[in-house]
């Protein structure tokens, strides 16, 4: 029977867990009476669901529908007046929906205050372009590599992946070596489809190693001339050298028949 | 859309005959002063820009997808081709937000010599930037003095990690090796070299130069608000007015020990940015002289102690059990931190440089943002370049020092 490999996340994982590896939380402290962040949670109000303080910064947990408010009130009321950073992080497959934060700098306190949403799968979210305009570019990210579209964004097209690309790369459903229309993409682009017999799909992995190109692999062991053709594994004799014993038959070394 | 192959080039349904008076041209991604592989495509009205669209993704790696596949201590070295100019601020702002996430610190000397290398490579950086932004501008002297100086600056990198542009010489955790010997010296040398220089050679060049000054003056022009608005840091938020520096206001390493000015120049221009990063390479010469003795007052450990995370030294490795096992399930495995979010923001030679980390208490990271300022700079060209002239824009792209290693990451 082949190995169960979830498909929701094909991301690389531990090979090993130890059973009983307890997996420990980076200490939340509470926001402290009098300081510049319990007055940023007070006059955020009801909005912030939960907030609490990790490594030195804020963090608001808000509903998805609230940012532009949230952040409004951050950057009017509060001072934070540039957003350094927005993006998403995909737990599609946990809970079915992604999380998404800002990371906002008030420049004459220099504090950080991070705002988090949880946003349900295939929803979208408000843009805070009219707010920040750094948001501009980060948004279009974001939409690039998750899918997730933003409401009223002037320009929300793909930013870093081609026009015509097909799938979101930073989903964890998607592999790190790219899906089957990465493979073809370059080829139906510099020759068109009715090459893709003749060529094949394209390598992604750059470490991949074919055993029957003689052209840019040579032999371990023996000699191959550049570009003859490929019969097979010829066995050698030992080779015995003055400082190690090489042998390099097949008989004693094991080849696998996929990276790990 | 239409049907693209190589006879029919892809050209995103471009138009680039008008009816009216404007002409839409390419600039780049093969362009010599579009650093790297920036596309602008710029719409002009006779000489003057009306719309400028910076397309970028040229040099995409996914490197954050990377990050998601690799343990922590196997992506430091990719770390290095974001910013290329500038490698060790790109490990350094790495291995600290994992530090900050871990809950550890590196030791006394370890931070010493990560402080020399952030500002050694600071220079370095700031003196590509003169020497390719004189060069984009026409001063193509500066270009080759700029480059000797930071040939001996690649020098001193390849002394102590033996790399010159890729560096990776700063660890999760500490640093590899100790200084060699005579390297403190050379370093010395070095600052005294680069002060000379900077006064005798590129602000004698450059700063009082006539057609230096009409090139750059008044040109490229972000107002304080805009700067903030759009993102702006490191040079391009202190070159219009606004004093933040991350090494100053929210001190990691030994900045706090520091004894270190932050220019500002409230000219917002070209310019102002240009003074800028001479100053910044003058004040990175006198804390790398401050280091030198703080060297010699440290101990010598190297790296932290944390038998958790982080490897034992090799001679415990090789002489007790316990410690050879640990490194063994950590070189495997990898490191696995607690679970919990970071974003920490470091002060790289283009501006913030920050990571965000999301970790599931696994070895590979659940998700990792990297902030990279010369993303926002590049945001930033749709703005600035509007109104400006042709000439300008190779001015205004230089000015901003952008590397599209992070760009596109």
């Known amino acids: ?260 | 859309m239409q049907v693209a192959n190589k006879l029919t080039p892809f050209f995103e349904n471009l138009n680039f005959e008008r009816d009216d008076n404007t002409m839409v041209i390419n600039f780049g991604p093969q362009h010599p002063s579009a650093h790297g592989q920036l596309r602008l495509v710029l719409e002009l009205e006779g000489e003057q820009v009306v719309k400028a669209y910076p397309d970028i993704g040229y040099l995409h790696r996914g490197i954050e997808k990377m990050a998601e596949n690799m343990t922590y201590n196997e992506f430091l070295p990719t770390t290095d081709r974001l910013d290329y100019i500038a490698s060790t601020s790109n490990n350094y702002a790495y291995a600290l937000a994992v530090e900050k996430l871990l809950g550890i610190e590196a030791p006394r000397r370890a931070q010493v010599i990560r402080t020399m290398l952030l500002e050694l490579n600071r220079v370095i950086s700031h003196l590509f930037f003169i020497a390719t932004h004189a060069l984009d501008v026409g001063a193509m002297s500066v270009f080759l003095y700029a480059f000797r100086e930071r040939e001996f600056g690649m020098d001193l990198m390849e002394d102590y990690c033996g790399a010159r542009l890729t560096h990776s010489a700063v660890r999760i955790g500490g640093v590899p090796l100790d200084l060699p010997e005579g390297w403190l010296e050379n370093l010395a040398a070095f600052c005294d070299k680069v002060d000379y220089e900077l006064e005798h050679t590129y602000e004698a060049l450059l700063t009082e130069n006539r057609i230096w000054k009409m090139r750059l003056e008044d040109v490229g022009v972000i107002s304080a608000e805009d700067a903030l608005n759009w993102g702006c840091t490191g040079p391009m938020l202190r070159g219009s007015g606004v004093k933040y520096d991350i090494r100053k206001e929210e001190p990691y390493e030994l900045y706090n020990e520091l004894d270190f000015d932050i220019p500002v120049s409230d000219r917002c221009d070209s310019y102002g940015r240009y003074r800028l990063y001479m100053e910044e390479m003058k004040q990175s010469t006198r804390i790398l002289r401050q280091l030198i003795p703080m060297y010699q007052e440290s101990e010598p450990q190297l790296m932290a102690h944390a038998p958790q995370y982080i490897s034992a030294p090799k001679e415990e490795i090789m002489t007790q059990n316990y410690a050879l096992m640990q490194h063994f399930v950590l070189v495997t495995q990898g490191m696995r931190p607690p679970r919990g979010e970071v974003y920490v923001p470091t002060e790289s030679p283009k501006g913030e440089l920050g990571f965000y980390i999301k970790s599931e208490g696994e070895p590979y990271a659940y998700r990792l943002k990297c902030r990279a300022p010369s993303f926002f700079h590049t945001g930033l060209l749709q703005k600035i370049l509007v109104g400006t002239y042709i000439a300008d824009v190779v001015t205004i792209i230089g000015s901003t020092n952008i590397v599209f290693g992070e760009v596109d990451r």
Not at chain 1, 205 to 219: C, L, M, N, Q, V
Request: aromatic fraction near 12%; hydrophobic fraction near 35%; glycine fraction near 4%.
């Open chain 1, 1 to 260: 029977m082949r190995k169960y490999v979830p498909k929701d996340n094909v991301q690389k994982k531990a090979y090993y867990t130890d059973r009983f590896h307890v997996v420990p939380r980076v200490p939340r402290e509470k926001v402290e009476e009098g300081s510049h962040f319990a007055q940023v949670v007070k006059t955020v109000g009801a909005d912030a669901q939960e907030s609490y303080i990790e490594i030195g910064q804020l963090v608001l947990h808000i509903k998805p529908e609230d940012n532009f408010k949230v952040i409004k009130i951050l950057k009017e009321q509060c001072g934070y007046t540039q957003c350094s950073e927005q993006s998403a992080v995909d737990y599609l497959a946990k809970d079915n929906e992604f999380e998404l934060f800002w990371q906002l700098l008030n420049v004459n306190e220099a504090k950080r205050v991070r705002v988090v949403c949880r946003l349900k799968k295939g929803l979208a979210i408000e843009s805070i372009v009219p707010l920040f305009n750094s948001a501009n570019f980060a948004e279009r990210e974001m939409f690039d590599m998750f899918g997730i579209k933003v409401n009223n964004h002037p320009f929300l097209k793909r930013i870093l992946m081609p026009d015509d690309w097909e799938g979101h790369p930073l989903l964890k459903t998607y592999p790190l070596h790219g899906d089957e229309f990465a493979s073809w993409y370059e080829v139906d682009k510099i020759f068109g489809k009715e090459y893709r017999d003749i060529i094949g799909p394209e390598n992604r992995d750059p470490a991949k190693i074919d055993i029957e190109d003689t052209k840019r692999f040579s032999r371990v062991g023996y000699e191959v001339p550049f570009g003859a053709e490929y019969n097979g594994d010829q066995e050698k004799e030992i080779e015995y050298s003055e400082t190690l014993l090489v042998n390099y038959n097949k008989k004693t070394s094991k080849t696998l028949d996929e990276r790990r």
